[in-house]
């Protein structure tokens, strides 16, 4: 695998006549590298599910879902319901931290990623697909929050994990000392 110094996640890469490709959705390479033909996606919506954390082998992974609901105004100047999507979210490595810390059931969130179908058999043992998405980065929606940013300190200097991102409600938030003196406009 020349040109790849490590993959970070639970799948393994296969060659093909192309390159390598990831066998599922779940590869980080390292050096910024990602796999070949992934569908680069950002998502605009809603957390719709309080996010689950889970163990996969020797990793962790944060996973919720997300609806992004599209809206027009109709003729007489009312808005009306537009499409839907709604994507699974997998984070892995450092965003699991961050997201489980920060983002609930409800937070508007922008996500980035690389988007996949992901097949299985049901309970009845249909087949099934499902859109899912491998995040890269996930944040507040900050035209519909506002959040308070806070960085993440080293592992080996603190191990206890930190927020990255507080979300609050716009209407509630503190504009006390914080705002004194920075302008109103850009």
Same mark, same amino acid.
């Given at each position: 695998m020349a040109g790849i110094d490590r993959i970070v996640g639970c799948c393994g890469l296969n060659e093909s006549a192309t390159g390598w490709i990831a066998t599922d959705g779940a590869a980080e390479t390292g050096k910024g590298m990602s796999a070949m033909f992934e569908t680069p996606l950002t998502v605009v919506g809603n957390i719709v599910n309080d996010p689950i954390r889970r163990e996969v082998g020797n990793h962790e992974v944060m996973k919720f879902r997300v609806a992004s609901n599209s809206r027009r105004r109709g003729a007489d100047g009312t808005w009306e319901a537009g499409n839907s999507l709604f994507v699974t979210v997998n984070c892995w490595g450092k965003l699991v931290s961050g997201v489980g810390a920060s983002l609930r059931k409800g937070s508007a969130v922008i &996500? &980035?990623?690389h988007v996949y179908t992901s097949e299985y058999e049901d309970r009845d043992g249909n087949r099934r697909s499902a859109v899912e998405m491998r995040a890269t980065a996930v944040g507040p929606d900050l035209s519909r929050c506002i959040a308070r940013v806070e960085k =993440?300190? +080293? +592992? %080996? =200097? %603190?191990?206890t994990p930190r927020a990255d991102v507080e979300a609050v409600d716009p209407d509630q938030a503190d504009h006390g000392d914080d705002a004194a003196g920075l302008p109103m406009t850009a």
């Open positions: &996500v &980035v990623g =993440t300190v +080293a +592992a %080996d =200097t %603190d191990p």
